[in-house]
């Protein structure tokens, strides 16, 4: 790929994640707990993973971070999607590089550990001690994990042709 | 699937439902007070056999408690997300009502937990 190509590929790849972010908001979630999300822009972070590289989905999603933070959630929603973010990205990068998982563990994997990088966070902001939400915060992060690996995965057998 | 993968999904499901366990155990119990904890520090207590109405304030953010039937509920607030007012009313040792933005908790515990934490203290 040339690198102008490449530029124009991250930019699309950033912008779909930005916009996915947004979508997600719009979607209300029955299960009321502080940290549970259903990670849509991870759908985006996934595949840049495999059809990118690590480097740069680690620069899609940080870029997507700062620019909803700045245009939605304001600093404290930049905060704690920063957390979960980044506890979910290492988790997954080493799932996927050192223990050879498949597509579909890697983002359950990336799943739970962004709900629980967000109690953590949320823990820290109201000083009290949060993990009561834990079970109820990885069965989420198992069953939206792992819609958004069969996403991601579908996604990329298209865009890969 | 390859069969690591399978593995790992089992191993997180038995994780969920073992810390389900470890998180729900003793916390069946009925509680008898409903606190209030604003910013990590206990502010009020509310008798949970009483029913009340009461504005919490903390700056210029509000949340409604109300206390009826023996429950703690969170009926109304000016937070972006509106977790607290979505989640479920409770009245179960240990369980909580978080208003994140507000940085509000209601807790509920009982008057034994308040003697044990006398005696220590």
Redesign the interface.
Known sequence: MKSSEKTAYYGIFAGLAIIMGWVEMMIPIPIPVPGVKLGLANVIVVMAMYYFGNKTALGISIIRIIISGLLFSGFSGFLYSMAGAILSFTVMVIAKNIFKFNIYSVSILGGICHNIGQIVVASLVVKTNLSIYMPILIISGIITGALIGIIAKNCLNHIKR | ??K??LI??FA??F???I??FV??FGKNDKGDVAVL?I??VESEKFSLSEDIEYTIKNGDNYNVLKIHDGYADVIEADCPDK??V???KINKN???I?C??H???I?IRSNDDNNIDTVAN
Do not use: W
Request: proline content about 3%.
């Open positions: 699937m390859k690591r993968d790992l999904i997180l499901v994780i969920a439902v810390s389900y998180f729900t904890i910013d990590g977790h607290c979505n989640q479920k240990g369980e909580k978080i994140l933005p940085k509000v908790i807790e």
